[in-house]
């Protein structure tokens, strides 16, 4: 699948009372066509204005980074303040409004750019601004992607193989890869929302507060796992990291699919130390220091917990495991953000700090393949990233690095 070159956010936030009742409203649309590639609006409790005009323009990089990962990223917005302190030519003063700025530098792809547009150019932001106030909508909608897509990649993995001439240097590879061995192939989930999901405070593995899943997050689950019945047959097993949300997702699917369940301790999610259940924000004001070091290293563990290279070494030891237990077959595997980031950059054979391009969507499907090599090797294929099931509304999620 490819994506497009570069895109349009459109993003607007507001407050009824400043402060008061708040939302924002973004929207990720392809530059060339103008089609829309994403939606979104929800509510964020009582705020002001500019809270919920950076949250908008949160909203939208994040769109931009799970939908169009690699395209080149301009952002529209009717707000002078955000786009002149974005583009960093007005100071920031605002206490406020400090780690949101940070939090959008952080998701904008090098290269962003802010253009303000007048407001009569940016009604379909503030339109889902103003529909998830009046309680209308709530969370991320995308494209729909046909389903018979999604089961042929995962049931026929080779398919790209046949067939007169590839169509894509995607097409050759698969090709080549196919005359190496049956592939394993991971089907990988991340875990329905909790409550620190909706919060968007860090969660991390087995050693965290551990919360389960919300009604919302079994719901996410639930039409997931529905998405992926016609592919029963062909699963081996469910495969959940031990953590209590994924168990609990991969007990609904296991359920709809009628396939055992297992766990693998190496895809728990990173363990954030004593930042687990503090939000982006929270952890800013009382760790500013740790905060900047972890996020400009692989090395440097989370408050105190495990850092990218730690989670690295687990997930691809869990990986092994599971590559062995069930080669040349199809499984489910429920996990988190950090591992199937890990485990998507490590089939593409991209460096590690490719997982901070990358976000997922909660109750999210990615597609991995193994195909085995001489001496133990084995190469990768990526076929399916961050798809979600049509009609599945997803809210905003923790995994913002």
């Known amino acids: 699948m490819t994506g497009p070159r570069s895109v349009v956010v459109e993003a607007d936030g507001g407050s009824r009372g400043n ?31 500019n809270v919920a005009e950076y949250s908008g323009l949160i909203a939208g990089l994040r ?33 406020d409004m400090k780690p949101l700025a940070a ?59 046949a067939g007169d001439a590839p169509a894509s240097i995607q097409s050759q590879t698969r090709g080549w890869s196919a005359g190496t ?27 965290s507060a551990n919360p389960g899943l919300s009604d919302e997050g079994r719901a996410q689950v639930r039409t997931t796992a529905d ?20 168990r609990e997702s991969a007990e609904i699917v296991a359920e709809v699919l009628g396939r055992p369940l297992l766990e693998e301790p190496g895809f728990a999610e990173m363990e954030f130390g004593s930042w687990d259940g503090l939000t982006f924000a ?12 972890w996020l400009g290293s692989l090395d440097v563990p989370a408050g105190g917990g495990e850092s990218f290279r730690t989670v690295q070494e687990r ?17 489910v595997v429920v996990s988190h953000v950090t591992p199937i980031k890990t485990l998507v950059a490590h089939a593409v054979d991209a460096p590690l700090d490719a997982v901070f391009r990358m976000e997922l969507t909660p109750a999210s499907v990615t597609v991995l393949s193994f195909y085995p090599e001489a001496e133990g090797g084995r190469r990768g294929s990526m076929r399916l990233f961050n798809a979600l099931p049509p009609g599945n509304g997803v809210v905003d999620e923790l995994g913002r690095w």
Do not use: C
Not at 315 to 331: N, S, Y
């Open 103 to 161: 939090e959008a530098a952080q998701l904008a792809p090098a290269g962003t750019t802010y253009t303000w547009v007048p407001r009569a150019r940016n009604s379909h932001a503030d339109r889902l601004a103003n529909e998830a106030l009046d309680g209308l909508r709530s969370g991320v909608t995308v494209a729909e992607l046909d389903e018979d897509s999604l089961i042929e990649e995962i049931q026929s993995p080779d398919a790209a193989a």
């Open 63 to 95: 769109l931009a980074v799970e939908h169009a990962p690699g395209a080149t990223v301009e952002v529209r917005m009717d707000s002078k303040l955000v786009v002149e302190q974005m583009s960093g030519r007005w100071k920031i003063k605002h206490p």
């Open 315 to 331: 997930v691809l030891a869990g990986l092994d495991r599971v590559l062995a237990a069930h080669a040349g077959r199809a499984i």
């Open 227 to 246: 998405w992926l019945a016609p592919l029963a047959a062909r699963i081996d097993a469910v495969v959940a990291s031990p953590v209590r949300r994924t």
């Open 282 to 293: 929270e952890v800013a004001e009382q760790d500013q220091a740790g905060l900047d070091a």
């Open 181 to 207: 061995g049956a592939p394993t192939t991971l089907v990988l989930v991340r875990h329905g929302v909790t409550a620190h999901t909706q919060a968007k405070r860090f969660s991390g593995g087995l050693a």
């Open 19 to 49: 402060p008061g009742p708040a939302a924002y409203g973004a929207v990720l649309k392809d530059a060339e066509t103008g089609a829309v590639i994403a939606e979104d609006g929800t509510t964020i409790g009582r705020a002001t204005n």
